[in-house]
């Protein structure tokens, strides 16, 4: 009798996890389609930092290559940065394993972080800095001409409260952008993922994380107390996360305030209905969000 119970609950518990796979599938791939992330011909330089969101996305991109109906590169990336501890051999082994190329770039940012930033203070912003700079010139090396960063739904939007709470801006994190430089395509294929999927995944895939030693450690970060935030209006409101992310692609120009957006200066009055003038409410909305309307592209 244990024995049919516990094959029931293996097979329940692998069910569960194919769904996850093919919904991680479908999602980057929809954020592929929706942004035209990935072309024919292109190599694509996987950032691996050792985090469950950058395994996570090196898996389902590797999954999507065998399936799409493009030619695209992968090259695995690590940045090295020479934390103390950190245990060099893990992504090599894992890589070389998995049979992907790949490329470890040892660079002692760390040391450089730690003497220009004061003990206690937030070291995510010049670690970065240094972090991109390297990646870019990486990517010319090995010939990448597109470059993906294992950010997901969660970053977007803690992103996008960080810089209106603190920074003043609407401003976000977006799917796909040109570099500052003006030479690299950066991409996040994750966009749509919830970072729960990515946590459960690397837990299926029993992915050999690396812990970060620099931000991961730090505990008093804003990006953290957004986080929390979050997670709470997730627990008492249901749905107003996703409709806040859905906000982030449906934006209404005219009914905001930016100037350099919208020509306010010379809205004149020509007798001419137009949908978006202005209405002194919205429709009120129901209850229950309306269901993803992304469409499915063909690299499911």
């Given at each position: 009798m244990n024995a049919v119970v516990d094959t029931k609950a293996e097979d329940k518990v692998a069910y569960e996890n194919n769904k996850l796979h093919k919904r991680l599938c479908r999602l980057v791939g929809q954020a592929i389609g929706d942004f035209n992330m990935i072309e024919d011909g292109d190599k694509v330089m996987v950032c691996l930092s050792g985090g469950k969101d950058s395994y996570a996305l090196l898996?389902?991109?590797?999954?999507l290559r065998e399936r799409a109906p493009i030619n695209f590169e992968i090259v695995a990336v690590n940045l090295d940065q020479k934390q103390p501890n950190f245990p060099a051999d893990v992504l090599p082994a894992y890589l070389?394993?998995?049979?992907?190329?790949?490329?470890i770039e040892n660079q002692d940012t760390y040391s450089i972080v730690k003497r220009l930033i004061p003990e206690g203070k937030t070291t995510c912003s010049l670690c970065s800095r240094l972090r991109r700079g390297i990646l870019y010139r990486v990517a010319d090396e090995l010939g990448c001409n597109k470059i993906a960063l294992g950010h997901h739904r969660d970053d977007i939007l803690e992103t996008f409260f960080l810089n209106m709470f603190f920074g003043g801006k609407i401003k976000g994190m977006p799917a796909k952008l040109v570099s500052d430089d003006g030479?690299?395509?950066v991409i996040r294929p994750l966009a749509y993922v919830k970072e729960e999927d990515t946590e459960r995944?690397?837990?299926?895939?029993?992915?050999p994380i690396i812990p970060c030693d620099l931000c991961g450690s730090q505990e008093n970060l804003q990006r953290k107390q957004i986080k929390a935030m979050l997670r709470e209006w997730e627990k008492k409101h249901p749905g107003r996360v996703e409709n806040t992310f859905s906000a982030l692609s449906t934006v209404v120009p005219s009914h905001l305030m930016d100037?350099?957006?919208f020509g306010f200066t010379d809205l004149k009055t020509d007798g001419i209905a137009n949908p978006l003038g202005d209405i002194a409410f919205d429709e009120e909305p129901c209850s229950t969000p309306a269901p993803s309307t992304i469409p499915l592209v063909n690299l499911q």
């Open positions: 898996d389902i991109l590797m999954t070389e394993k998995l049979g992907v190329p790949f490329h030479k690299h395509m995944y690397a837990a299926v895939k029993n992915f100037r350099e957006l």
